[in-house]
């Protein structure tokens, strides 16, 4: 074979140029709209951070501005000198943490049992476990309250955790997970001298991690925006106020302190921000694990 047919450049495919061209305009919309969806996400923090740097007219004003000609940081400083708010946060957290670690404790171990352990309660408990998630929640706030005040847990963080601790969806969740763990690996447990108990703790809970964190950051989540409950338990005092009802007291009949509100909100985002930052691996982990995402 002579140089010049080994040099001859190699005609390419009909149509391999435009499927090319077709794949790139392809991904260049996909990440169009992404990147669309992901800015009309930002939008609402946008909002938030120009409301809270806005002086009080800009805010009033019905022309729209991008950014205040002259923001106006001092709400931050303003939220972060009053006392009730790092008071607030604490309790918050304090309820956040506690409330979210009993509830995946709890439900962990109800929903294994009634999975895995033979008995004759497992049935009639799943059924009021269902029957429970039928309840509307505000119908149980009253006779919550009420036992709430008898145990003189009023404007204390008892009242605000321990009505929480147990969860209905949390335990069907996991005794629907528990239903298809493997049995080989509990059953290798079993012959090395486990109960039920050891099984659980030594073989379940590490292979359990994924849909626990799942369930961790939307219970956390779901804590730390809890209003309605700690707002009827703090009473009006400031021992068991948190942040959704803190927030709250910037909007009263007489006054509407926009920028402190929004100040107030961002800063209360950090700590949710931080903890969905450590736990995002977990969470897209546990939710494919469970198809909790509708696929």
């Known amino acids: 074979m002579s140089t010049a047919q080994l040099s001859r450049p190699v005609?390419?495919?009909?149509?391999?140029?435009?499927?090319?061209?077709?794949?790139?305009?392809?991904?260049?919309?996909?990440?169009?709209?992404?990147?669309?969806?992901a800015l009309l996400f930002l939008l609402p923090f946008y909002i938030m951070v120009k409301t809270a740097v806005s002086p009080a007219a800009d805010i009033a004003s019905r022309t729209f501005v991008l950014w205040p000609s002259d923001p106006d940081w001092s709400s931050f400083s303003r939220v972060l000198d009053d006392p009730t708010?790092?008071?607030?946060?604490?309790?918050?957290?304090?309820?956040?943490?506690?409330?979210?670690?009993?509830q995946i404790v709890l439900a962990a171990m109800a929903g294994y049992a009634m999975a895995r352990i033979p008995n004759r309660a497992a049935g009639p408990l799943?059924?009021?476990?269902?029957?429970?998630l039928l309840i509307p929640a505000a119908t149980t706030f009253l006779p919550n309250f009420l036992i709430v005040a008898k145990l003189g847990w009023v404007d204390s963080l008892r009242g605000?955790?321990?009505?929480?601790?147990?969860?209905a969806f949390n335990v069907f969740l996991f005794r629907q997970f528990f239903l298809n763990f493997?049995?080989?690996?509990?059953?290798?447990?079993?012959?090395?001298?486990?109960?039920?108990?050891?099984?659980f703790r030594r073989i379940v809970v590490p292979n359990t991690l994924a849909f626990a964190s799942a369930?961790?950051?939307?219970?956390?989540?779901?804590?730390?925006?809890?209003?309605?409950?700690?707002?009827?338990?703090?009473?009006?005092?400031?021992?068991?106020?948190?942040?959704?009802?803190?927030?709250?007291?910037?909007?009263?009949?007489?006054?509407?302190?926009?920028?402190?509100?929004?100040?107030?909100?961002?800063?209360?985002?950090?700590?949710?921000?931080?903890?969905f930052l450590v736990l995002q691996r977990w969470l897209v982990r546990g939710v494919a694990e469970t198809g909790m995402g509708g696929g």
């Open 11 to 37: 005609p390419r495919a009909a149509g391999t140029g435009k499927r090319q061209a077709a794949r790139t305009g392809a991904n260049v919309a996909r990440y169009a709209a992404v990147t669309l969806v």
């Open 85 to 102: 708010f790092p008071r607030a946060m604490l309790n918050t957290a304090v309820m956040a943490v506690v409330l979210t670690g009993g």
């Open 126 to 132: 799943f059924s009021a476990t269902i029957v429970v």
């Open 160 to 167: 605000l955790v321990v009505p929480g601790l147990f969860s």
């Open 182 to 199: 493997p049995k080989e690996l509990e059953e290798a447990g079993r012959l090395d001298g486990l109960g039920y108990f050891g099984v």
């Open 215 to 275: 369930l961790t950051v939307l219970g956390f989540v779901g804590s730390w925006n809890a209003f309605l409950w700690p707002l009827v338990v703090a009473g009006g005092g400031s021992g068991a106020v948190t942040v959704q009802v803190y927030l709250s007291s910037f909007l009263t009949a007489q006054t509407f302190d926009y920028s402190g509100l929004f100040a107030a909100a961002l800063l209360s985002l950090v700590p949710v921000l931080l903890v």
